[in-house]
């Protein structure tokens, strides 16, 4: 079994230990298809576990800085071709355009972070090539989706394990997301600043999983 750790930017990798598969994909969804497309179609395992970390802002008010997010399902929210009657989010004419992390390691991430004594929760996890400011989006976005929160590259790395399945060679995937944002905006931090923390509590989740993935 093989387990790539993935991340939009090299900061956010910064606590995990050298010797595991991380890779910096790149902002936005196209750079991670293609990060990950590059990363699976070299694993010449039976199986992978995928992993993609990093920062995101809270759709969910209950949320705050610093909160740790355990993707349950992810998806687009900036697909829209409600024009055409398909609902938000939809991918036209795809059979699947939601995806849903790999329930085990859900389970074993939660119990991590309550080892680790991290505050978390878990929740769909939405993707989109927009960095969102205006709150009103953001509770659309929680409204429509259920989303706990928002970020660039969950949802493409997403779908592409799901393209990798097959059956000789199973994919894992599972998305860890460190709040930097919150909904309404009315605890703005300085993103350069906090994003050491967030890599450090995103290191101490990674190093603990990989002792025992699951």
């Not at 970390?53 to 949320?63: F, I, N, R, W």
């Not at 085990?104 to 309550?114: D, E, G, K, M």
């Not at 929680?142 to 949802?155: L, P, R, S």
């Amino acid at each position: 079994m093989s387990i790539h750790i993935l991340a939009a930017m090299a900061e956010e990798l910064a606590a995990i230990d050298p010797s595991l598969s991380a890779h910096k994909i790149g902002v936005g969804k196209v750079n991670a298809a293609l990060a990950t497309c590059g990363v699976l179609a070299q694993d010449a395992d039976a199986e992978s576990i995928v992993l993609v970390v990093g920062t995101a802002a809270a759709c969910d008010p209950s949320l705050k800085i610093g909160d740790v997010v355990i993707a349950t399902g992810t998806g687009h929210h900036d697909m829209d071709v409600t024009a055409l009657n398909f609902a938000p989010g939809q991918i036209p004419f795809e059979e699947k355009w939601f995806w849903k992390s790999d329930e085990r390691l859900v389970q074993h991430t939660t119990a991590v972070c309550q080892e680790l004594g991290l505050r978390h929760s878990t929740g769909h996890i939405l993707t989109g090539d927009q960095f969102v400011t205006d709150p009103a989006r953001v509770a659309w976005i929680h409204e429509t989706f259920g989303a706990a929160c928002i970020e660039m590259e969950t949802a493409a790395v997403a779908q592409v394990c799901h393209r990798f399945n097959s059956s000789r060679h199973t994919v894992r995937w599972l998305g860890i997301r460190v709040i930097s944002d919150l909904a309404d905006k009315s605890a703005p931090v300085d993103f350069q600043t906090f994003l050491p923390q967030a890599a450090q509590t995103i290191g101490r989740i990674i190093n603990a999983l990989l002792n025992n993935p699951g």
